[in-house]
Structure formats: C-alpha cells, structure tokens
C-alpha cells in the first residue's frame, strides 16, 4: 500500500448514486484495504517493515472530514520525525495505550467491545459471543495463533475488510444481489458493533496515547467509521 484511500471513501456518499459496478468494485477495494491498514494497526504492535509502509504513504491534507484530516496530520508529523528508536518508543506507546498497568479498567484504551459494553467493564462478555456467532455465520473463525478475543477492534475491523473483499467479487461476477446483501451485513455490524463502542475507545486513545501515530489513530479510525457508515447508507438507500 503505497497511498491512501481515505478520501474516496469519505466523498463516496456524494457520487453513489452514480456509481457504475466497476466505481463500486473499487470503493469497496479502497475500503477493504482500509479497513485492512487499521486493523493490523490495533492487531500488534508497529515493526520495522509496517513502519516503512507508513512512511512511503501520501496522506492528503483536506478529506471534507475535520476528524480524518488530523488524524492524517498527527500521523504525518509523526512519520516525518521517526528516529533509531522509534520502534521501541512505538511498542511502549502501544503497551500504555491499549494494555495500560492494569490496575483496573479503567486506565487503558481497552481494545475489547465486551470492555466497553458491559457493566463492570469485564472481557469476554456478550458483545464477544455475538461477533462470535456473526463471524461463524459467515464461515469465518480466528486462527489459533490468535489468543485474544474475538470483540478485539482488530477482529471486528479484519471482519468487514473480508466482507468488503467479497463483495468486490460478487461486483466482479455481475451478483448485484449477492454484492447488496454483503453490503448489509457490513452496514449491520457497523451499526450494532463497531459504531457502539469504538468512539468510546478511540477517546480514550487520545487520552492515554503518548505518540501522535496512536493519537492521529484514534482520530482516522473514527472519522473512517462515520464516512464509511455514511456510505453504506447512501448505497443501500439506493437499493430500496
């Protein structure tokens, strides 16, 4: 990934309804991939290839969205300072930002839904058992090497960029019908999941987040989400 793809998505909702199927089939790449970058961003912490990635990437300055534009412009500054310990700064900016001390649950930016939806703030509550069985309906499950939850932000994200990608194939072989209902699925689990919890995280990011990697983060996936509900929105409003 050599650019971003951020501010198709956030204009999309103005020219959908004069998308063509092949406009279709690259929004949805450019979603897949973006959805892909911020789910390896959340997944561990930045190593030294996926920080050169960064680097080669061309961040706009104006997207029409106040919230993506700093995100870019706090990862930007970042990116244009990195130095010989950058990547050891980064892994502990990763650790207090998301893993915290531990001392309760309330003094990290917990990258769990079941953290933010549950009453005592406890892991592995209903919100993981739902993804559980959503993912399961779409024949997915984690892999083995994966120990954490399945209501990790991670997960959740990696989970509409496969979705995104079929649909790009079912846009590809002509299945309108097929290509809707993915984008369904895609705009339920945005609204019952991700839009329920993660503006809750990502406040928290800039809160504890030291780096202006993981705060320009928390705003990107935030301004992300909305333009892309908004997009979903917009398409499936067609539809009807």
Request: charged share 30%.
């Amino acid at each position: 990934m050599t650019e971003s793809r951020i501010p198709e998505i956030t204009e999309a909702a103005e020219t959908a309804d004069e998308a063509t199927m092949e406009d279709l089939a690259q929004l949805n790449r450019q979603r897949a991939g973006t959805y892909g970058l911020l789910s390896r961003l959340y997944r561990v912490e930045v190593d030294e290839d996926l920080l050169e990635e960064l680097r080669a990437m061309r961040f706009p300055a104006r997207t029409g969205r106040a919230d993506v534009d700093e995100g870019y412009r706090l990862i930007a500054q970042y990116l244009s300072n990195v130095w010989a310990n950058s990547i050891t700064d980064l892994a502990v900016d990763y650790a207090r930002t998301f893993i915290g001390h531990g001392i309760d649950a309330f003094s990290a930016a917990y990258p769990f839904e079941s953290v933010y939806t549950s009453e005592k703030r406890l892991l592995m509550q209903e919100a993981r058992d739902e993804v559980l069985a959503i993912y399961r309906a779409e024949g997915l499950d984690k892999q083995d090497s994966w120990k954490e939850g399945e209501d990790h932000i991670a997960l959740e994200l990696e989970f509409e960029q496969i979705l995104a990608n079929r649909t790009v194939e079912a846009l590809e072989r002509g299945d309108e019908d097929g290509a809707i209902a993915l984008l369904t699925t895609q705009k339920n689990f945005l609204d019952d999941h991700l839009a329920a919890w993660v503006p809750m995280m990502t406040a928290d990011m800039k809160r504890f987040a030291g780096t202006d990697l993981y705060r320009g983060l928390a705003y990107l996936t935030e301004g992300f989400l909305a333009a892309d509900r908004a997009f979903l929105e917009d398409i499936l409003s067609e539809q009807e």
